[in-house]
């Protein structure tokens, strides 16, 4: 009788918080940083699951995973914060706050398209650094400028890997850490020194979400708009055709609310070829189902990363291929573009190189990556004016005119951030 009182207790406790988590929080900073490990001890899932990724070590795909914050009503400070159902000082019944998702970005700077694309679904992001390596390290810098530009307003500055060091060593960090953010628009931003390899300092991580990031003030009256990160075929080889499922679409809805058996259009679609020539088609499909916070829904709400279970064809949207799409309701989607001019701003320097380069003007048929939303595109310039290009793309994006863009270009091998610009009216 008791364990089932108590079980029951449990539930309630669950059913204190939908099932939808409430916002999206980001995870950057350079390389083997501890983005992953810290992302396993707050949520128990490790989000490096791609064979690639387990072979090479680093997150190579945009990883989710989702976790819900309590709190101790008895005890006080940070002591109170945990993700347990029990408090680890007290061992009294905690008190769920928030649940929240998680988005694990790569840090390698040969997968910064991956980056940007996901920053545009983060409503605040956890900024990690190393205490044992020089701050800022090139991605640390190019993350940042990142956040900065597409508009992101709140930061937490993790100061991981301290059990790696001694207190001088970290303290030493810690200014390199403040004189970095020096200038920028999160030089008040909260610096929390922690080891997620050994779980210490989680609990003032947690109270600095809770009292740092809020929960964003959501307009569901609005057209549904879903920026899609990830899609794949979630079929296992063999299985029969009687037990086959559409693909999934992973991603954030941004505004609106989308429901089980809504009729959805997709931008800007799949390739087909027409007339010798290759175009872009919309795609119109069904909610089959919808997942969030690991449970089935009959609709979700702006907040936290979702899943549609769709009727298409499972081929159309393996590995990634709608990945940058546009999710809404049919004919209420923003215009696709082939081809768009930008109201450019470029920064003084190359952001993500180690030596200081400055950004030179961007110069005729020069290739350009572009992220927009969720989606990466190159674009070829094929007019320049005063603070102002026209580039014709590579893969066509849907996108709202005004939408800013960053932009980046080949330095070497690498594309580099130089700057970002707005999708200008014809």
Excluded at 1 to 15: G, V
Excluded at 42 to 65: F, N, P, V
Aim: hydrophobic residues 40%; proline residues 5%; charged residues 25%.
């Amino acid at each position: 009788m008791a364990r089932k009182k108590k079980d029951e207790q449990q539930q309630e406790q669950l059913q204190e918080l939908p099932a939808q988590p409430v916002l999206n929080i980001g995870m950057v900073g350079h390389v083997d940083h501890g983005k992953t490990t810290l992302l396993e001890r707050l949520s128990g899932k490790w989000t490096d699951t791609h064979s690639e990724e387990m072979k090479r070590g680093i997150t190579i795909r945009l990883g989710y995973a989702d976790a819900t914050l309590k709190k101790c009503d008895k005890c006080e400070d940070a002591k109170a914060y945990t993700t347990k159902e029990k408090c680890i000082v007290c061992n009294s019944e905690t008190k769920p706050l928030r649940k929240v998702s998680f988005v694990d970005a790569p840090g390698h700077e040969s997968l910064m398209a991956t980056m940007l694309s996901g920053a545009t679904i983060m409503d605040g992001a956890l900024l990690l650094v190393a205490a044992n390596e020089q701050c800022p390290q090139p991605q640390t810098r190019e993350h940042l400028m990142a956040l900065q530009i597409i508009g992101l307003k709140r930061l937490i500055v993790v100061q991981n890997k301290i059990d790696l060091v001694g207190e001088e060593q970290a303290l030493k960090n810690y200014e390199q850490i403040k004189e970095f953010l020096k200038g920028t628009s999160f030089e008040s931003a909260p610096i929390i020194p922690i080891s997620a390899q050994h779980r210490v300092g989680l609990e003032f991580l947690m109270q600095a979400i809770d009292e740092h990031i809020p929960t964003p003030v959501r307009d569901s009256n609005k057209e549904p708009i879903m920026l899609v990160a990830r899609s794949f075929d979630i079929n296992k080889p063999g299985i029969t055709a009687d037990k086959l499922v559409g693909g999934v679409l992973g991603g954030s809805l941004k505004q609106g609310i989308l429901k089980v058996n809504d009729t959805i259009e997709i931008r800007p679609g799949r390739t087909v070829i027409e007339k010798n020539q290759q175009v872009w088609k919309p795609l119109t499909t069904g909610i089959v189902s919808l997942n969030s916070g690991g449970a089935n829904l009959e609709q979700v709400s702006p907040g936290g990363s979702i899943g549609i279970l769709t009727s298409l064809d499972p081929s159309i949207v393996k590995s990634d291929q709608l990945t940058g799409s546009i999710v809404g309701l049919p004919g209420k989607l923003p215009k696709v573009w082939n081809e768009f001019v930008l109201d450019v701003h470029l920064l003084q320097r190359v952001v993500g190189t180690k030596e200081e380069l400055n950004v030179e003007p961007i110069k005729m048929s020069e290739p350009l990556m572009l992220n927009v939303n969720s989606a990466a595109t190159v674009g070829i310039v094929i007019e320049l004016k005063k603070n102002k290009i026209r580039c014709k793309l590579k893969l066509p994006v849907c996108a709202d005119a005004g939408s800013r863009i960053t932009i980046s270009r080949r330095i070497g091998n690498r594309f580099r951030l130089i700057g970002y610009g707005e999708i200008m009216e014809k």
